[in-house]
Structure formats: structure tokens, C-alpha cells
């Protein structure tokens, strides 16, 4: 398995405090790579024109960094690019974005429904994004048996596109045979201890988020 | 008109800095109900079950509010709940979220795909989102001329459903006849200064998202 972890260039307040300890090699995307960088890890590549750079943080980048792609394709994003060049490129297996939540929401939302985009349906249930405290995964219709993370409390099913069929099963709230044409968050259901969740539908691209209050959190979330 | 705000119980660290100063009356859902007691705003009413608050919290809350309504249905969340009565029960004529934004993202998603609900489409060109860097709208199928905020910068054009024939003229990145089955978002389009940008299409529901660097902010975003 080749896994590879992408920075993204959202917020570093909303990175996961233990990215660095991430299983795989890192790739940067636009200001990720500097960040990347900084925290001593050289990317096995890099996507970006890096155009918000200062000059010596642009130097630093291309005397680190042995490969770099700018992009060619103004429909496609830097992190479609990266994910594209991941998968296909550097047969990545599985790809964990970072630092792709918060700040911008048109970035954001870009980042979110990439998994949707039809060139990637081969790629969608190998997909991950974490944050400080989100941790979220995609799927293309089938039968999924989910599991709790270790401190993850909530457990959120999302259908980003139009669904069919969507049964959750095992879990605090079960939902039987629901279909829509719009996207819906069943936010907020939680699993039940020692116990695997069911899901399944039969069309659509569905995010599984599973959630928590950060440590020592007792306010708002 | 009849404007009305409602302060969601997402993080505190997202709201617009001037949001005290927003014109309308306030509802409170949930937590963000104790929020605007903290501010010295008595809200017009207040939705949620509060037991995420302490008992003096709690108190605080039924002495000051004189319109509390507890959910009585569990798939419509607080937000639903609190947007249903604020147009149907209160005839607001415009509302717009604050605190919606940020934390959980299984809450958040379910914010943002509130306005697509069937169920809201009378509503939906009637709903706005704000937080510290971003202004969201949302919009049923038509033809739109958008004009710019005072220091935004940014614009997304971001279909959250399936959408036909969209049409971006006048922005720095036009956009022709595009249609699509996933959600997808056009992100860091740019107004072209002194001129409004023309949006249409002829299904789906589209968010429209100006957006902005904080100010100060040289780095990611």
C-alpha cells in the first residue's frame, strides 16, 4: 500500500495536532509545501505556482522540493491536480488531505466535493481528509460496516449528491430506505459502543464524518 | 421587511467582528442563545433543548426569554426549526446565520444545505450565512446580477446540487454553459472592478460566496 498525504494550504489552526505523525510520504499543495518544509518534512512532490510566496520562501521551495508541477488546466484546482498526479502518477493507494478545512468556504467546499467529481470515482473510498476534529471519508454507493475511531464521539453521514436507498443501521439513529436529490446532513448520530454501524445506498457519493469535541472543549461546536 | 439574525452555536472564533452591529431583531438556537445574553441581546425567541448548558445557564436562559420552543421532531435540527418558524410563525421577509460556520462538519454541512431543502424553496433567495471571512447567499434557478461587497475580494460560485446550464459573464473568469450532476465549486473567481458579474442557470440550488483575506492576513487562506 502507498499511502500519501497532501498539505493543502487552509489554516494550520484546523490541522490535526499530531500531522506530523501521519503513516506515508508527504506531498505539498501551493503554500502547504512552505509549511510542509518548515516542519522538517521534504515533499515527494509539490503542485502550485506558489505566486503568494516571498521570494525567499519561493527559493526555499525549488532548492528543497525535486519535483514541482505548476498547473496548466485553470479548471482544475492545485489539490485536483495533486490528488490526479497522486493516484495516477505515483500510484497512490490511499490519499489523506490536510489543512484542507476552514478559512476560505469556496476553498473548502472545492476540497470537499472533489471525491464527487466523476474522474475520480476509481479513487473516491480512498480518500480521507482530517482536521483538529474531523476526520472524513468518502464512498461510492455500497454496503459499509463503520467503526469508531478511538475519541471520535459523533458520527455524521452525508450525502453530497443525490441519494437512493440510504439505510443506516446499528447506530443511535437508524434511517430507513431515504432518497433525495439534494445533498442532506444526518448530522450528530453517534455509534453504539462495541457495536459496527451499517450503512448502505445504492446511488450517490456519500462523506462518512466521524467528530469530536477538542479536548478539553466544553463550549461550543 | 422583516429581517431577522440567528446565532447557531458553532464556534465563537468564526463570527464576523461587527456581528453585534448586524440591523434585526435575534433568535437564539441553543447555545448560541446564551451567546447573545452574553452580548446584552435579548433574543425575540430561542429554540433548542439546552442541556448542554449548566443549570445557572440554563436559568439564565428561561428567566430572560419569553419564547422558548424545544424540538419536537428529531430529524429537523434546531437550525431547521428556528428558520421554519422565523419565516412561517414570525414572517421574517430575510435571515441570516451567524455562527454557522466552523467546528463540527457534519453541523456545518447541515447548515449550509439547509437552503436546499424542498421544503424551503419559497425561502432559499432569502437566506444569507456569515462569518469572519466569508458572506454566503443562496439562490434558486433565475439570472442574477451580483454585485461586490466592500472589501471582498473573493467570489465562488459554488452549485450545491445538480445544476444546468450555469453561466458566470462578467467576472474575471467567465464560465459558459456548464452542467453537472455533482455539486462542484467555482472557487477565487473575482469581481472586475466597477462592474457586476451575471450569473444564471435553470435548476439546482447555488450558494454564492464572497470571500476575504482577514485583515492583516498575509498567509494561508
Not at 476534529?133 to 464521539?153: S, V
Request: hydrophobic share 40%; net charge negative; glycine share 8%.
Amino acid at each position: 500500500m502507498t499511502r500519501l498525504n497532501l498539505l493543502v494550504g487552509g489554516p494550520q489552526s484546523q490541522y490535526p495536532s499530531d500531522w506530523k505523525k501521519l503513516p506515508g510520504a508527504w506531498v505539498g499543495v501551493d503554500r502547504g509545501t512552505l509549511h510542509l518544509l518548515e516542519a522538517g518534512i521534504t515533499p515527494l512532490f509539490a503542485v502550485g505556482d506558489f505566486d503568494s510566496l516571498t521570494t525567499p520562501e519561493h527559493q526555499l521551495v525549488v532548492n528543497q522540493v525535486a519535483e514541482i508541477h505548476a498547473k496548466a488546466d485553470m479548471d482544475e484546482t492545485d489539490t485536483d491536480m495533486a490528488v490526479r498526479l497522486a493516484f495516477v502518477e505515483h500510484q497512490a493507494t490511499e490519499i489523506c488531505l490536510v489543512g484542507a478545512t476552514g478559512g476560505r468556504i469556496d476553498h473548502f467546499l472545492s476540497n470537499l466535493f472533489m471525491p464527487t467529481q466523476p474522474r475520480f470515482a476509481t479513487y473516491t473510498n480512498h480518500i480521507t481528509m482530517i482536521d483538529a476534529e474531523n476526520f472524513i471519508q468518502f464512498y461510492q454507493p455500497g454496503h459499509y460496516q463503520l467503526t469508531a475511531l478511538p475519541d471520535y464521539r459523533y458520527l455524521g453521514i452525508v450525502p453530497l449528491t443525490a441519494v437512493t436507498h440510504l439505510e443506516i443501521q446499528g447506530a443511535k439513529y437508524p434511517l430507513h430506505d431515504w432518497s433525495s436529490a439534494m445533498p442532506f446532513s444526518w448530522a450528530s448520530n453517534e455509534f453504539i459502543p462495541g457495536q459496527p454501524t451499517q450503512v448502505s445506498w445504492t446511488t450517490g457519493v456519500v462523506a462518512v464524518i466521524q467528530s469530536r469535541d477538542l479536548r478539553g472543549q466544553q463550549l461550543d461546536n
